[in-house]
């Protein structure tokens, strides 16, 4: 049987930044990742403020610069009334102020390429898990969709929201109610239209349109278990919806058709253990989050950044017992910032969205929420949605293991 240090289920932002910092601090890894390539379209392209002061102290940032990526510093929502700015990114106290748009398996391939350089690190792609090898009461390893088994001191799940190693691990799952849904779609974009991110919240509709050069990556919010309904019936009332409440998007969507719709049903859950002997969850796999502010991306990079650091000296030294330990000292570090996220944006679905899409009404500067009336009045509130967004509850930082000073720009390889 093949066997490694650690086995990390899953080659998503998480997983990567895990197995290269591990990697980093001598540990032997081997990141499992089920697809063949890392070029699909992901939900979660945005590269927050933290993970840019990340990457930067990973020594990665001059290969960063060269990844084509569009730079938001503010977030904007356009009402019936005209637009607001809702957070200002330039407020922060960070080396790269902003929120970087740009592909996520840009990101990925950017991450792989550093952690191969690593004599200790190994990525597998299209090899997919299908359970995990028990011994003696400890999860000793990964079974592997063609037979194969690969055993480890420690497996750590960054498969996401829909978990294969989480399902089989049977740890208990708290899940909220979630009112709302999202249909996913692309419309084309024009060179003069709006640039970056922006919201819009318009007859009892939300709309989040995500600049990605050529098109937008739109997020339309609507009511939990909606979608069936409104696919029943003509797509024009969709193209229409679009074009009411951005006007300047009327002539370029004829091509759009339902099957360039996707569903994204909301969930927000949390495991109440992330951890068991041999297993660790974090990230999505640990906690899935709502859509809000595409803020899931954020802290399961940071939930990997805290699991690197005290996990690479138990690993080095094959302690079972203290590699337990470390496990559950990452649920206890990372559970604040995950609950304080989780209730904010519980409150914001039940506050602000239900309400909304269950009465439309026309809104304006005066008749929106109080909190977004409170950061137009006084705009230096504005830090506190672009720390939210941006940076987050508790940030983390690389221990001085992973760090490298910048590092020459190679090419990818994928």
């Not at 289920?9 to 997983?15: E, H, Q, S």
């Not at 699909?40 to 940032?61: A, C, K, P, Y």
């Not at 079974?143 to 208990?172: F, H, K, Q």
């Not at 940076?391 to 994928?414: K, M, N, Q, T, Y």
Request: glycine residues 10%; proline residues 7%.
């Amino acid at each position: 049987m093949e066997r490694t240090t650690c086995c990390v289920v899953g080659g998503g932002p998480a997983g990567m930044v895990l197995g290269l910092m591990l990697a980093r601090g001598g540990v032997e890894v081997t990141v499992l990742e089920k697809h063949g390539d890392f070029l699909r379209d992901f939900r979660g392209d945005t590269v927050h403020t933290s993970t840019l002061t990340l990457i930067d102290e990973l020594g990665l940032w001059p290969r960063f610069e060269q990844l084509p990526y569009r730079a938001l510093t503010r977030a904007r929502v356009r009402l019936d009334a005209g637009e607001i700015t809702i957070g200002d990114m330039t407020r922060l106290d960070a080396p790269h102020p902003m929120v970087a748009m740009t592909p996520q398996w840009n990101l990925l391939d950017l991450l792989a390429t550093a952690a191969r350089e690593e004599p200790s690190f190994t990525l597998r792609m299209s090899t997919e898990v299908t359970g995990l090898v028990r011994t003696g009461g400890r999860v000793g390893g990964v079974r592997l969709a063609d037979g194969g088994e690969i055993a480890a001191d420690l497996v750590v799940a960054c498969d996401g929201r829909n978990s294969r190693v989480r399902a089989e691990s049977g740890l208990p799952l708290h899940r909220y109610d979630v009112p709302i849904d999202v249909e996913w779609f692309r419309v084309p974009r024009h060179a003069d239209d709006p640039d970056g991110g922006l919201g819009r919240i318009g007859g009892g509709r939300f709309l989040v349109m995500i600049d990605r050069g050529e098109y937008f990556q739109c997020a339309l919010i609507i009511g939990k278990g909606t979608d069936a309904r409104l696919r029943a019936g003509s797509v024009q009332v969709l193209r229409d919806l679009l074009v009411d409440l951005n006007p300047w998007l009327a002539g370029r969507l004829d091509d759009l058709a339902w099957d360039d719709v996707k569903l994204l049903e909301v969930s927000l859950d949390r495991l109440t253990r992330w951890s068991a002997p041999g297993l660790l969850c974090v990230g999505d796999a640990a906690h899935a989050m709502s859509p809000m502010g595409g803020v899931g991306i954020n802290l399961a990079v940071q939930d990997a950044v805290a699991a690197a650091r005290v996990l690479a000296t138990p690993l080095l030294a094959h302690d079972p017992d203290a590699v337990d330990r470390a496990g559950r000292a990452v649920q206890r570090r990372r559970t604040p910032p995950t609950v304080i996220t989780q209730t904010a944006q519980d409150v914001a679905h039940r506050r602000v969205l239900a309400p909304m899409l269950a009465n439309p009404r026309e809104l304006d500067a005066a008749t929106v929420p109080w909190p977004i009336r409170m950061v137009q009045r006084f705009p230096v509130l504005q830090w506190v949605p672009a720390r939210a967004i941006g940076i987050g509850v508790l940030p983390e930082h690389a221990p001085d293991f992973a760090r490298r000073p910048p590092l020459p720009v190679v090419a990818p390889a994928s």
